[in-house]
T-cell receptor, first 117, second 116 residues
Framework: AQKVTQTQTSISVMEKTTVTMDCVYE???????LFWYKQTASGEIVFLIR????KKENATEGHYSLNFQKPKSSIGLIITATQIEDSAVYFC??????????????WGLGTSLVVNP | GPKVLQIPSHQIIDMGQMVTLNCDPV?????FYWYKQILGQQMEFLVN????????KSKLFKDQFSVERPDGSYFTLKIQPTALEDSAVYFC??????????????FGPGTRLTVL
């Protein structure tokens, strides 16, 4: 079965710095898709960025980027120039195929990020 | 980005009662999901729904659970009867396609269900 592991439960950083959150995954699929979502204090879940395993380039989206290390089954999230409003819980997730085109997301436990002024 | 709506935001009911959680997915999306998150714990997949059918359900999707989307209206999760362990936040999600190139799921704000 597929599995997603986030070992950092909580990170605290100063505003305007760069933070990296770790995520490792397990899969038998040769092609797979990885996602990062954040959950705000209000509970809203927001899609941030994705990495398709067949792409060698690390995905970037605004001040989010990924450090994809396929041989290590690792997909770290990097947030540059952090802002107070980046404080949230960040989830790593992996797409698992069901039948046909159907799929589900397998989630990590999340990393709580606190950005301090 | 695309918005998924959920009604109500919070529901408190007595154990044994029936509850229906409503989801208004993104209008052109075809794939629908429910996830369950117990406070402070992992988000867990419940069910995937496509073309009027349940495609897969997890072991958390007990016999007391059912889903439907009658006539393209709300996508609903019904629990009948409810149990104390059903207390959680339930998130609805939708995606335009199940295929790999459109694999992002977009989530609603969640319904916090409290079973007393």
């Amino acid at each position: 079965a597929q599995k997603v592991t986030q070992t950092q439960t909580s990170i605290s950083v100063m505003e305007k710095t760069t933070v990296t959150m770790d995520c490792v995954y397990e899969t038998r699929d040769s092609s797979y898709f990885l996602f990062w979502y954040k959950q705000t204090a209000s509970g809203e879940i927001v899609f941030l960025i994705r990495q398709d395993s067949y792409k060698k380039e690390n995905a970037t989206e605004g001040h989010y980027s990924l450090n994809f290390q396929k041989p290590k089954s690792s997909i770290g999230l990097i947030i540059t120039a952090t802002q107070i409003e980046d404080s949230a819980v960040y989830f790593c997730a992996m797409r698992e195929e069901i039948v046909g085109d159907n799929s589900k997301l397998i989630w990590g436990l999340g990393t709580s990020l606190v950005v301090n002024p | 980005g695309p918005k998924v709506l959920q009604i109500p935001s919070h529901q408190i009911i007595d154990m044994g009662q029936m509850v229906t959680l409503n989801c208004d997915p993104v209008s052109n999306h075809l794939y629908f999901y429910w996830y369950k998150q117990i406070l402070g714990q992992q988000m867990e997949f419940l069910v995937n729904f496509y073309n009027g059918k349940v495609m897969e359900k997890s072991k958390l999707f007990k016999d007391q659970f059912s889903v439907e989307r009658p006539d393209g209206s709300y996508f609903t999760l019904k629990i009948q009867p409810t149990a104390l362990e059903d207390s959680a936040v339930y998130f609805c999600a939708s995606s335009p396609s199940g295929t790999r190139h459109y694999a992002e799921q977009f989530f609603g704000p969640g319904t916090r269900l409290t079973v007393l």
